[in-house]
């Protein structure tokens, strides 16, 4: 029996984006910084999706006929959609288009979705929450007028950047050859086995939207050999591409192509096909004829017999910048960027200098070894255009492969004749959050499933907010391992691979492999046996006195160190005892910092007292400042966290003694403020309100916290204005007083504050926070509408802070 055999180079084309930036007075009017109200002009891109095309000229564009703007705020709540017809798109020369979009009040985010009809459904789940990550299409691909989605933030268009590009929710393929295999003759292809349907939207461009989506579209006929085919995006290891050629001019045969990508060691990794990807397979090396059927090379039993590398690169990048002399011209691509682990980067420039010019290439970075001029192809003259013809050439860079954590930039730059550009090379560095041979294990966080177990960062990434940088007003605490503090229940599992040295010189943490030589054990030091659950409030970072965790591979020389931060701690947030329009759940990060309060003891005097405080409120995404009426701070919602009830009592003899949803609010020994925490940080004029300016110069009241880090990382927390809710369900309550910081305590109104123990209404009176303007009050409220000892279940609901002691 034959073997057949293909070789194949698989090259993934990912466009660039065309950005351009607008002057910001295109977007803020007069002296204001608001958004103006008759609307923002955007720039719209559809990215490169073609072979062969350089954009220095206006080209032929695929269609925008329609397009839906959908407005969300600061929490994902839906605000509303408007439609804008073709007639409202208005084309650019250079292949973008302008088109003008109103911003509904409270709106944060901007999604575009083009060539779409959005409905209501599409655009907001049952929650009143963004839908378009679920919104499904199963209909044939339009590849003139695709289906195209982006977002944009207010805070970009308030910076003047009002360029956006619109990304395609399909992928597509193609197939060449070498030019030396004159026995082999390509007459068609097609994809098998991909997706049924796609999302319009996706939270992430590294992964298919749709995990678990049926994979069983095969198409009736056959592509042509020069001819594209567009797909949904499809998981890895299910598509397959089918080639129908004729090989030493016999009868057509079927050869099966897997999607793979090669990995450093020799070995295999199936390739996820995610959408606006361009996937060109080019056969490179044919050594028998192929299945006699289309049906027997797609029957799953029958494996790709191919093997096959893969370098993710842009095949193509499109030509973004041109300078000119009085006899020619010379243009260059965009910055380009590639894993650390690649070790070639694509280059496209064009001239119309003389035929016979020699162009000189040279780079600034040791890491950038050499060039090789992959091709070349001359470029007709465009219509209106009177430039002589050009010639576009493909060069390909030899890079060294990247094996530290960070990034390294260099520039390569482009001589023809007097005309130099510079193009910027990023190789970006080893990623070991995402790395498949060491995907971090958490173990003893209850609440996880064992999916999520599995790949601590990916769950990171995904379910907790409040942990990325931007979420921590620029701190990084997404890059490592962290314990908890307070009672820490959490430890971890780092794949051991052979060849490893690992080393870890801090007392705090220890670090063993296990029995099976498996995993690294990572443990912190004083969480076992009998000090397992001891509290401890001793707040540090590895830095680099400590080299906390180090793992060496002798065999792939790849070096990794595991950041270990004891700072903060994760927690689940539930919808329980939160009322309001906007509940919230999932998993928040939180960090702790120590604040200093002045308190009066029993006998009258003072002292002062450490309280561990969480640095925001419970079930906020982020621990920076909110004012509603500050135009820099006003996107900053998710500072407020939830909104909750203090008590359900319903009679007085509970309301006197019941405590449970106050218990039910706290996260293991952190629980909400009392009053002589607040009051005391008042009194040592810790907690306070200052007049602060934002990087505009607007003048705003800030509500915030010294702490004991001052000199440190985390010099201030705030307090952002919230208001409270009241109602007696969630569509009944209302929000009062949002321009009021408030907060509840677990502290009731009581004997000297106002009702004795014997009081009906004694228990129904809780203190709380009150900052408004610049003045700053302990008040009292009943934490339900009634009186004489009654509840209406008409409830209040404050936002609150938890500290330990």
């Known amino acids: 029996m034959y073997i057949k055999k293909l070789t194949i180079w698989l090259f993934m084309l990912l466009s660039v984006a065309l950005a351009a930036c607008s002057d910001i007075r295109d977007i803020v009017g007069g002296d204001t910084q608001d958004l103006p109200s008759d609307g923002v002009v955007l720039t719209l891109k559809l990215p490169n999706f073609t072979k062969n095309t350089v954009a220095t000229r206006a080209t032929e564009q695929q269609q925008i006929n329609k397009l839906c703007v959908l407005c969300y705020d600061a929490e994902a709540n839906y605000l509303g959609m408007s439609n804008i017809t073709g007639a409202d798109i208005k084309p650019n020369d250079d292949g973008t288009c302008k088109v003008k979009v109103k911003v509904v009040e409270g709106t944060a985010t901007l999604h575009v979705v083009a060539n779409a009809e959005i409905t209501k459904s599409d655009a907001k789940d049952d929650n009143g929450k963004i839908n378009l990550y679920n919104a499904v299409r199963r209909t044939d691909i339009d590849l003139n007028a695709p289906v195209c989605w982006g977002s944009i933030t207010v805070t970009d268009l308030l910076s003047g950047k009002t360029s956006l590009t619109l990304v395609r929710q399909f992928a597509k393929a193609s197939v060449t050859k070498d030019a030396s295999l004159t026995n082999f003759e390509i007459t068609g292809f097609k994809i098998v086995n991909t997706a049924l349907s796609g999302t319009i939207a996706t939270r992430s461009f590294s992964e298919v939207a749709l995990s678990s989506v049926a994979c069983t579209a095969k198409p009736d006929n056959f592509a042509t050999a020069t001819g594209e085919q567009p797909f949904y995006e499809t998981p890895a290891d299910k598509a397959c591409m089918i080639i129908k050629a004729k090989y030493y001019n016999g009868p057509e045969t079927y050869y099966k192509v897997a999607f793979q990508t090669k990995n450093p060691n020799g070995t295999f990794t199936p390739m996820a096909l995610l959408r606006n990807h361009h996937y060109q397979v080019k056969v490179t090396a044919v050594n028998h004829a192929g299945y006699s059927t289309a049906e027997e090379a797609e029957a799953e039993t029958n494996l790709p017999e191919n093997r096959l590398s893969a370098v993710v690169v842009d095949d193509n990048p499109p030509i973004v910048d041109m300078i000119a002399c009085k006899d020619y011209e010379l243009g260059v691509c965009g910055k380009q960027t590639v894993d650390g682990n690649v070790l070639k980067a694509t280059v496209t420039f064009v001239t119309t200098n003389k035929p016979d010019f020699k162009y000189n290439v040279k780079s600034n970075a040791g890491w950038i070894t050499g060039y090789t001029e992959t091709a070349s192809a001359d470029l007709p003259t465009t219509a209106g255009h009177p430039s002589p013809t050009g010639r576009l050439y493909t060069i390909e860079l030899s890079l060294t492969e990247n094996f530290e954590s960070s990034a390294h930039t260099g520039t390569v730059t482009i001589t023809s004749g007097d005309l130099s550009l510079d193009v910027e090379i990023t190789q970006l560095g080893y990623d070991f959050r995402h790395d498949e041979k060491r995907k971090v294990q958490i173990r003893g966080l209850a609440g996880l499933t064992q999916e999520e177990q599995k790949d601590y960062f990916k769950w990171m990434d995904n379910s907790l907010k409040g942990i990325w940088p931007e979420e921590n007003q620029g701190r990084v605490r997404n890059d490592g391992l962290h314990f908890f503090v307070g009672k820490n229940t959490v430890y971890y599992l780092i794949p051991y691979i052979d060849k490893d040295d690992m080393t870890c010189n801090d007392p705090r943490v220890t670090v063993k492999l296990d029995s099976d030589k498996k995993f690294w054990e990572v443990r912190l030091a004083n969480n076992s046996d009998e000090s397992y659950n001891v509290n401890n409030y001793n707040r ?54 120590d604040v200093e309060a002045k308190v ?53 003899n509970s309301a006197k003694t019941d405590d449970h949803v106050v218990k039910a609010l706290a996260i293991d020994s952190f629980k909400v403020c009392d009053n002589m925490c607040l009051q005391g940080l008042i009194d040592n004029n810790n907690l306070a309100i200052v007049e602060e300016k934002t990087h505009y110069g607007e003048v705003y009241n800030c509500l915030r916290i010294n702490t004991e880090d001052m000199d440190r990382d985390i010099p201030q927390i705030f307090i952002p204005m919230s208001g409270y809710y009241e109602g007696k369900n969630d569509e009944d309550a209302v929000c009062k007083d949002s321009y009021h910081a408030n907060l509840w305590t677990r502290s009731r109104l009581s004997d000297y504050q106002g009702f004795s123990e014997k009081s009906p209404e004694y228990g129904f009176w809780y203190l709380y926070l009150d900052a408004f303007g610049k003045s700053l009050n302990m008040s009292n409220y009943r934490f339900v509408s009634g009186s004489s000892g009654k509840n209406t279940k008409r409830y209040r609901a404050m936002p609150v802070r938890l500290v330990a002691e």
Not at 626 to 635: I, Q, R, V
């Open 540 to 593: 540090w970072i590895s830095n680099e006195a400590f080299t906390i965790i180090t793992i060496t591979n002798a065999r792939t020389k790849i070096t990794v160190t595991y950041p270990v931060y004891h700072v903060g701690l994760f927690a689940q947030l539930t919808t329980n005892y939160q009322l309001g329009k906007s509940k919230a759940s999932g998993w928040r990060y939180y960090e702790m910092v």
């Open 600 to 652: 009066t003891k029993k006998d009258g005097t003072t002292e002062n007292k450490i309280y561990h405080m969480l640095d925001r409120n419970l079930g906020a995404t982020n621990n920076g400042y909110y004012s509603p009426s500050t135009t820099a701070l006003k996107d900053n919602i998710g500072a407020i966290g939830c909104y909750f009830k203090i008590s359900e009592a319903d009679n007085s």
